[in-house]
T-cell receptor
Framework: QKEVEQNSGPLSVPEGAIASLNCTYSDRGSQSFFWYRQYSGKSPELIMSIYSNGDKEDGRFTAQLNKASQYVSLLIRDSQPSDSATYLCAVRGSSASKIIFGSGTRLSIRP | EAQVTQNPRYLITVTGKKLTVTCSQNMNHEYMSWYRQDPGLGLRQIYYSMNVEVTDKGDVPEGYKVSRKEKRNFPLILESPSPNQTSLYFC?????????????FGNGTRLTVT
């Protein structure tokens, strides 16, 4: 079992719709959770961080965390073509020295 | 501007020729880390450093060395590069481990070993 798992996609969503990205993790002691966006050939860019159960909203983005289910998700509302990218889920586990990344979900927003 | 700076951006070399990829951050971050990114495998940690003179292996350390003599710099050294080290490399830093601090990434170094 991978430590952080994501569906690789591609996930195709029409412009203006809600894109839903999911991530599961194996370390129950995980402390911090991050979503990064990465355009092809570019460096990962932090979109959201979440540390406690529930929802956290920032503009068109909402991160959701459920520690009991070891599940974290990212919702993108009113999807735009510029949202087309690979989205990386990252988890800082019980060993705070490491942040483990999922292999990413490729999102494509179709006009 | 707060940033992590890697050099060079692109590097083509031959098997066995020692090389160094530099990484520097100007945010006074304690934690620094190197990742490699390969298609289908995501970002894998090579080495990390919790503070000056403190380094430790990540998940894929074989064939790499690092040093942390100063807080701002964390070079990645390939003593004898091989073709399987062809990859996209990222340096990253964060305020301190254990805190709720995300990683800030450099722009990446695309390395090709022939």
């Amino acid at each position: 079992q991978k430590e952080v798992e994501q569906n690789s996609g591609p996930l195709s969503v029409p412009e203006g719709a809600i894109a839903s990205l999911n991530c599961t993790y194996s370390d129950r002691g995980s402390q911090s959770f991050f979503w990064y966006r990465q355009y092809s050939g570019k460096s990962p860019e932090l979109i959201m961080s979440i540390y406690s159960n529930g929802d956290k909203e920032d503009g068109r983005f909402t991160a959701q965390l459920n520690k009991a289910s070891q599940y974290v998700s990212l919702l993108i509302r009113d999807s735009q073509p510029s949202d087309s990218a690979t989205y990386l889920c990252a988890v800082r586990g019980s060993s705070a020295s490491k942040i483990i990344f999922g292999s990413g979900t490729r999102l494509s927003i179709r006009p | 501007e707060a940033q992590v700076t890697q050099n060079p951006r692109y590097l083509i070399t031959v098997t066995g020729k020692k090389l160094t990829v530099t990484c520097s951050q100007n945010m006074n971050h304690e934690y620094m880390s190197w990742y490699r990114q390969d298609p289908g495998l995501g970002l894998r940690q090579i080495y990390y450093s919790m503070n000056v003179e403190v380094t430790d292996k990540g998940d894929v350390p074989e064939g790499y060395k690092v040093s942390r003599k100063e807080k701002r710099n964390f070079p990645l050294i390939l003593e004898s590069p091989s073709p399987n080290q062809t990859s996209l490399y990222f340096c990253a830093s964060s305020q301190e481990p254990g805190a709720n601090s995300p990683l800030h990434f450099g722009n990446g170094t695309r390395l090709t070993v022939t």
